[in-house]
């Protein structure tokens, strides 16, 4: 098996700073995703990477830069962070199938001061 | 877009009675629709998937039904205990990266 790792875990940011989140996974994985939850709702797609050098915006990218720096490491920058994006940010991966299991991180949680 | 809704944003059910949570879908295009539990400290992982080609797919006491004509779906646990309390989402996908989300269920099972 494998593990997706996020770093940190927690992170407290102020108003208007740019914030940098990170992904890292050992299973090989060639496709890579970002997700936002926030409280009592549902997974929604920031960004996503098929394969290393690939990068693609889902459905809540702006405000958001991503980077696939190379297969297993994928990060998310919030360019700047607002009140209300107090939220968990997920990372997950799997393999190019787009029909298969996704794999999740245990996710960072984000409050913004 | 696509658009997932998840009817029950909360059930609770007594141990050993069945469970059942309803989904629906907007987009005809929707082909791949996989289930996923997040439990505290856990995350969230996979529990079962169906594709359109079929309408029905069990996994233990896991049941997927599929309604493509009503684009509808649901999971159905059998025999409930209580590790299988969770938070569990409904999800959809046009056989592409994107995979659409519901709101979640917070499911309660009673000893």
């Known amino acids: 098996g494998g593990i997706i790792t996020q770093t940190p875990k927690f992170l407290i940011g102020q108003e208007g700073q740019k914030l940098t989140l990170k992904c890292q996974q050992n299973?090989?994985?060639?496709?890579m995703y970002w997700y936002r939850q926030d409280s009592g709702k549902g997974l929604r797609l920031i960004y996503y990477?098929?394969?290393?050098?690939?990068?693609q915006k889902g459905d809540l990218s702006e405000g958001y830069d991503a980077s696939r720096e190379k297969k297993s490491s994928f990060s998310l920058t919030v360019t700047s962070a607002q009140k209300n994006e107090m939220a968990v940010f997920l990372c997950?991966?799997?393999?190019?199938?787009?029909?298969?299991?996704?794999?999740f991180g245990k996710g960072t949680r984000l409050t913004v001061v | 877009g696509e658009k997932v809704e998840q009817h029950e944003s909360t059930l609770s059910v007594r141990e050993g009675d069945s469970a059942v949570i309803n989904c629906t879908y907007t987009?005809?295009?929707?082909?791949?629709f996989p289930w996923y539990k997040q439990e505290a400290g856990k995350g969230l992982h996979f529990v079962i998937d169906?594709?359109?080609?079929?309408d029905r797919k069990q996994s233990q006491r896991l049941i997927v039904l599929l309604d493509k004509k009503a684009k509808r779906f649901s999971l159905h646990i059998t025999a409930t205990q209580p590790e299988d309390s969770a938070i569990y989402f409904c999800?959809?996908?046009?056989?592409?990266?994107?995979?659409?989300f519901g709101d979640g269920t917070q499911l309660v099972v009673k000893p």
């Open positions: 169906i594709r359109s080609n079929v």
């Open positions: 997950a991966s799997s393999i190019p199938d787009p029909n298969t299991e996704v794999f």
């Open positions: 990477s098929i394969t290393e050098n690939d990068l």
């Open positions: 987009d005809t295009a929707s082909s791949y």
């Open positions: 299973f090989n994985h060639d496709t």
């Open positions: 999800a959809a996908s046009m056989n592409n990266n994107r995979i659409f």
